[in-house]
């Protein structure tokens, strides 16, 4: 009797452990939950800034158009792109390019004048229609008291423009679509991968507008910038998208904040580099590079943080990433 007495013990005991067990399982079951729901909370709410970059998007698309009714065309192109004269003349003082400008044109037309400088030189580039006899030109720029002892001409057919100009769109869609292959061949999802082709399209559709309001031709050194400014801005969002969808045991918030931080501090030192590049004046065709990535990489700061950061993180808190 003592003996079955001891068995009904300790099967009782083995129960009760056994039934003890049973609660810390579904503890265990809860705090997944919780920390699950936690993780996809909302947060801080972004969807109002994206205001700021349908304002930008709407006012670049309108501007552009605005142009292609008055004008039809829906940029300026250069001399590169379109054909005609360029007259180059170095310089030991600079020279007053909006004062040439005006008075050149009065005489031969629209005509475009840039100033370049170096560090111990000054230059001036002087652009024509085909038409112009590139020797009255210089023969005008002497009567100005401008020294053309060290010029040179150069004279592209309209017809080799136009062949470059469409070489040069053949090569930003190829360059576009390849771009949008490779970031859903990443990520494999419909919504971050349109977010961050979206951003792009953005960046160059934006970039474009704001170059005409600036006086920025479209050349070929303008368009490699372009090129440039789409690997960059995808650069920055899959970064962005990349530690939102991945780095799962943080909050969306603090996983934006992380990307934010590097992608702030990259766009920084770029934009510090440009910025001296531009103001030293080493090369027309550099100045204008970094005139238009400048541009870009500020505006890509909104398309990027605001934008895309929204997007992404409305996509996270759906899913309970």
């Known amino acids: 009797m003592v003996i079955l007495k001891r068995r009904k013990k300790k099967k009782e005991g083995g129960k009760t452990q056994e039934g003890a067990k049973a609660p810390a399982v579904s503890h265990s079951i809860f705090n997944r939950e919780s920390e699950k729901q936690e993780k996809g909370s909302k947060g801080r709410n972004y969807n109002h800034l994206l205001v700021i970059s349908l304002v930008l998007v709407v006012f670049s698309v309108g501007f552009l158009i605005n142009g292609y009714l008055q004008k039809g065309d829906w940029f300026i192109k250069s001399i590169e792109l379109r054909g005609g004269t360029v007259i180059s003349v170095s310089l030991d003082k600079p020279v007053a390019a909006a004062e040439l400008e005006k008075k050149l044109s009065e005489k031969f037309g629209q005509v475009l004048v840039q100033e370049t400088r170096g560090f111990s030189r000054y230059g001036v580039s002087i652009e024509v229609d085909s038409s112009?006899?590139?020797?009255?030109?210089?023969?005008?720029?002497?009567?100005?008291?401008?020294?053309?002892?060290?010029?040179?001409?150069?004279?592209?057919?309209?017809?080799?423009?136009?062949?470059?100009?469409?070489?040069?769109?053949?090569?930003?869609?190829?360059?576009?679509?390849?771009?949008?292959?490779?970031?859903?061949?990443?990520?494999?999802?419909?919504?971050?991968?349109?977010?961050?082709?979206?951003?792009?399209?953005?960046?160059?559709?934006?970039?474009?507008?704001?170059?005409?309001?600036?006086?920025?031709?479209?050349?070929?050194?303008?368009?490699?910038?372009?090129?440039?400014l789409i690997g960059y801005s995808v650069d920055t969002d899959i970064i962005l998208t990349t530690r939102v969808l991945r780095m799962t045991e943080k909050h969306v918030d603090e996983r934006i904040n992380s990307a934010m931080k590097t992608g702030l501090t990259t766009a920084g030192t770029t934009i510090g580099a440009l910025a001296v590049l531009y103001i030293s004046s080493v090369s027309a065709v550099l100045s204008q590079i970094a005139s238009v990535l400048l541009i870009g990489l500020v505006l890509d700061l909104v398309n990027t943080w605001i934008q895309n950061a929204a997007i992404i993180k409305w996509y996270a808190v759906r899913k309970g990433i």
């Open 132 to 228: 112009i006899n590139s020797t009255a030109v210089i023969n005008e720029l002497n009567a100005n008291g401008i020294s053309t002892e060290k010029s040179s001409v150069e004279t592209i057919d309209p017809a080799i423009g136009a062949s470059f100009w469409y070489q040069a769109q053949i090569a930003v869609i190829l360059a576009f679509a390849f771009m949008a292959v490779t970031v859903f061949v990443i990520f494999r999802t419909f919504v971050p991968s349109t977010a961050v082709i979206l951003a792009a399209g953005c960046d160059i559709i934006e970039t474009i507008a704001f170059m005409q309001i600036f006086g920025i031709q479209l050349s070929l050194a303008s368009l490699a910038a372009l090129l440039m």
